[in-house]
């Protein structure tokens, strides 16, 4: 039989039913068990390609049968009436007398089980009148609009009352006579839900679930290199039955083997079905470092497998200029790379050549801070960072630079970019006497006496001047 879209939610809109969220849903047969009694020849039976339960009944075991297909316990969370709503279509056997039948039951904290009689839509056809368990009870009966080829929704309110912490059964019980049946299926049922007030508590539509896609890797590319330590790893999500990704497990590692790995981090939501997922990576990699890393998602029910692995290497987030050793008077410049492109980053200099990543830069004397933008490739080139340094000692060059370039007040150490065994980022020496002056102390140095040089000279013209005057009169 082949399955017809269901317009359920057609009819819950003109109802101004609400669809939230958060709702209890199985999948694939929905949990839902049968019981037969007598000799049934066709009794009720799950169809993973119509994603649907039918029955095709009993025709000739001179015996009356019946089916029953019962739904798993379903909690009640709200005090207050229910309503049942169910897509089905059927066929029983009809010449004017109602011989077979159908009818729906319910049972409360599993007591005994009782008819729905209160439809508001689609209800029972009559007063089955065979011998069998439906003997003079009312039940579905003839042939339901439109069979075999579309559904219709019946709507009943459950007889109450009911609580919160109640559980619920719902019974779909099929019954035949001795012999003849109507056409097949005699009775399917496609799609389920139950509401309390505007809520659903309970919804299947026993479409067997396909699990998501294997996702795709998208960001940083397979191979890149001078990416920042808090990048954005972004991968693309697809998942057939268009359900939401509810999760994914991402695991970045410096060994391909991910055998202790640096992250391995579970995230739940609700990402659209195709989209793409972005995870921050918010504890900063180490610079100058090869990741692997891979992703697998779920769409709540299913897990699918993992994706491709693919690798990256961090920046070098590189330390004052390329030297460990300054003299004093002579100007401290900042390379760096692996930030965030076009964004600001505060540079400081501190005194202490014993950083650890994440102290408080007001537990060390800070000599300098400068905010410097980075270029389009993330990059910090070659920015005069401390001017003139006259204090000779041990001093760390910092950084403040937050995921998506957005300085968070977390303070980490650029590495130097010559390795320095001795740890401090660098130092300052002082200049020997008669030592060098650097091009950029010359004209500091020089420019003064030049100045008084030449107010020397004008003041002695002036002076010259003045006496031939003196002379000529």
């Known amino acids: 039989m082949k399955k017809i879209l269901f317009t359920f939610l057609g009819l819950v809109l003109l109802l101004g039913m609400a669809i939230p969220a958060a709702m209890v849903t199985a999948a694939n047969d929905g949990g839902f068990s049968v019981v037969n009694t007598g000799p049934v020849e066709n009794p009720w039976v799950y169809d993973v390609s119509s994603g649907s339960w039918y029955t095709d009944g009993t025709k000739s075991q001179a015996t ?31 010449d004017g007398t109602r011989w077979d039948g159908g009818q729906v039951r319910i049972s409360v904290n599993g007591d005994s089980f009782l008819p729905v009689t209160n439809f508001t839509q689609n209800g029972y056809t009559g007063i089955i009148t065979g011998n069998n368990v439906l003997k003079d009870e009312p039940g579905f009966n003839e042939n339901s609009a439109g069979f075999p080829t579309s559904y219709i929704t ?14 619920l059964q719902i ?9 003849v049946k109507g056409s097949l299926p005699n009775w399917e049922i496609d799609q389920i839900q139950i509401y309390s007030g505007s809520s659903v508590i309970f919804s299947e539509d026993f479409n067997p679930n396909n699990p998501p896609d294997i996702p795709t890797l998208s960001s940083p590319g397979d191979g890149a290199t001078g990416v920042v330590l808090t990048p954005n790893l972004v991968f693309d999500y697809f998942d057939p039955d268009d359900d939401d990704c509810a999760s994914f497990e991402i695991v970045v590692d410096d060994d391909a083997g991910f055998g202790s790995p640096e992250i391995d981090d579970t995230v739940g939501g609700a990402w659209p079905s ?10 900063p990699l180490a610079p100058d470092t090869q990741y692997y890393w891979m992703v697998n998602v779920s769409d709540g029910t299913d897990w699918s497998d993992w994706s491709d692995i693919w690798d990256f290497t961090t920046g070098i987030q590189g330390g004052a200029s390329d030297k460990d050793e300054y003299r004093t008077h002579e100007d401290v410049y900042v ?6 492109t076009n964004s600001p980053v505060d540079v400081y200099v501190v005194d202490d050549g014993k950083w650890h990543d994440g102290d408080t830069i007001a537990d060390y004397g800070v000599m300098v801070m400068e905010t410097f933008t980075t270029d389009s490739n993330g990059d910090i080139v070659n920015e005069r960072l401390w001017r003139h340094p006259l204090e000779v000692g041990e001093y ?3 950084y403040d630079a937050g995921p998506g370039g957005i300085p968070d007040g977390i303070y980490d150490e650029i590495p130097d970019l010559v390795d320095d065994p001795n740890h401090p980022g660098f130092t300052v020496i002082s200049t020997p006497v008669g030592g060098d002056v650097y091009p950029i102390d010359k004209t500091a140095i020089l420019l003064p006496w030049l100045i008084s040089g030449a107010i020397l000279v004008l003041a002695a013209g002036g002076l010259i001047l003045v006496r031939r005057t003196s002379r000529l009169r």
Not at 78 to 85: A, I, R
Not at 88 to 93: A, R, T, W
Not at 154 to 167: K, N, R
Not at 274 to 283: A, D, E, L, M, W
């Open 171 to 179: 019974e779909f019980l099929a019954a035949w006579d001795e012999y």
């Open 274 to 283: 195709p989209g793409s997922i972005t995870y921050n990576v918010t504890t």
């Open 335 to 340: 390379n760096a790379t692996g930030f965030p």
């Open 64 to 94: 009356p049968t019946s089916s029953e297909l019962i739904s798993p316990q379903i909690p009640i969370s709200n005090d207050g009436p229910l309503t049942l709503f169910f897509d089905h279509l059927y066929s029983f056997e009809y």
């Open 154 to 167: 019946s709507v009943a309110d459950l007889p109450g009352p009911f609580s919160a912490g109640d559980t």
């Open 396 to 398: 760390d060059i910092v």
